[in-house]
């Protein structure tokens, strides 16, 4: 059963097609890409979710009761369910559909995002929303309290300078090698740039202006999780990563377009973008390349390993924020914290 377009607006606007049109270009135009693919694979979810469990479509706006059993049926885990328990068999179902993993309890932050979504697609709608009903708001705020959990870090280790020089020592002489290099010293020495930020990129946002006499490498984001489009500030790259990234342009032949881009088994660079998962595969195959499990890392390793090293450096907090472009202290502070307290002397008491 096809799911409802997501971005058309209330029948009740009373507006023409083409302000419709209009309305959901807007939506999609402000709205960022990974946060559309997000919505669009919630969305997906959703739909074979009320699918399975109740036998029909979404409706807009939901009723009470069918967010209260969403919620339910997300807050405990399946394998103590019965075999004849309906919510169970929703859940089995959406593992044959390849949307759900296990019958295990998701996390909250999962459910949470889901949610999230829904309510987006009310809000676009022009709808209200169920959660917003009192009863389901409490037992969200019970869910919530009742699955919590320590957050699983994004990536088992940090790519510190240490690490991150393993993995640059295997990559040698091809055109191959080469991107590798850039990429990696590009997404840690900028501010642990994410995979999108990463594959983003394209050759008209590198500024070469100040390479010959300065160094310096200007990069122009256009938009990350944390800023929008025309208020992203401009990173700079020096010394090596500088260095390396302008290698790359000119073994690439890099003149526009994406910047970083496939190379084929025959070692040609090819014209389109790499994909943010090929950053994940970059990340894994230099990795076993360096004797490390492949699974030691993430490519948020590059994220949480610049953030780590500014903290075992010595480097302030503000001075690490202005390059990750973190907009909560907070959420930086964690990194250093996490340094701060392994160099805690009261931790070597016992000797």
Not at 35 to 43: F, G, I, N, S
Not at 63 to 74: G, P, S
Not at 252 to 277: H, M, N, W
Not at 311 to 339: C, E, N, T
Request: glycine share 6%.
């Amino acid at each position: 059963m096809s799911a409802p377009a997501p971005y058309l607006p209330s029948p009740s606007l009373a507006l023409s097609q083409a302000d419709q049109d209009a309305l959901t270009d807007l939506y999609i135009r402000g709205t960022p890409a990974n946060t559309l693919r997000a919505y669009e694979r919630d969305l997906l979810y959703i739909t074979a979710w009320k699918t399975a469990r109740f036998g029909s479509a979404l409706d807009w706006p939901e009723a009470e009761a069918v967010a209260l059993t969403f919620i339910l049926d997300h807050a405990r885990d399946m394998n103590d369910a019965a075999d004849g328990d309906v919510a169970r068999q929703a859940a089995e179902a959406l593992i044959a559909q390849g949307l759900r993993k296990t019958l295990a309890c998701p996390a909250p932050s999962t459910l949470d995002r889901r949610i999230a979504s829904w309510l987006a697609f009310h809000r676009m709608k022009n709808l209200a929303s169920p959660f917003e009903a009192p009863q389901v708001k409490q037992a969200r705020s019970k869910a919530r309290r009742a699955a919590a959990r320590p957050p699983a870090p994004k990536s088992r280790h940090p790519i510190t300078r240490d690490v991150l020089e393993q993995l640059l020592a295997t990559c040698r002489g091809t055109r191959r090698d080469c991107r590798d290099r850039a990429l990696l010293m590009l997404g840690w020495a900028s501010g642990g740039r994410r995979r999108s930020e990463i594959t983003g990129l394209r050759r008209e946002d590198v500024s070469l202006k100040e390479f010959d006499k300065e160094g310096l490498v200007w990069l122009s984001l256009l938009e990350t999780k944390t800023t929008t489009k025309g208020e992203t500030p401009r990173l700079v790259l020096k010394g090596r990563a500088a260095q390396a990234l302008v290698r790359w342009i000119e073994v690439g032949q890099i003149t526009e377009g994406p910047l970083f881009r496939p190379v084929s088994k025959a070692d040609r660079v090819l014209k389109r973008s790499l994909s943010p998962d090929a950053v994940s595969q970059i990340v894994k195959h230099r990795l076993a390349l360096a004797g490390l499990p492949e699974d030691f890392a993430t490519p948020h390793g590059l994220r949480s390993g610049f953030l780590t090293q500014a903290a075992l450096d010595g480097a302030p907090i503000q001075a690490a924020m202005r390059l990750s472009l973190h907009r909560s202290m907070a959420q930086a502070q964690k990194y250093y914290d996490d340094v701060d307290i392994a160099e805690n002397p009261a931790a070597d008491l016992l000797g």
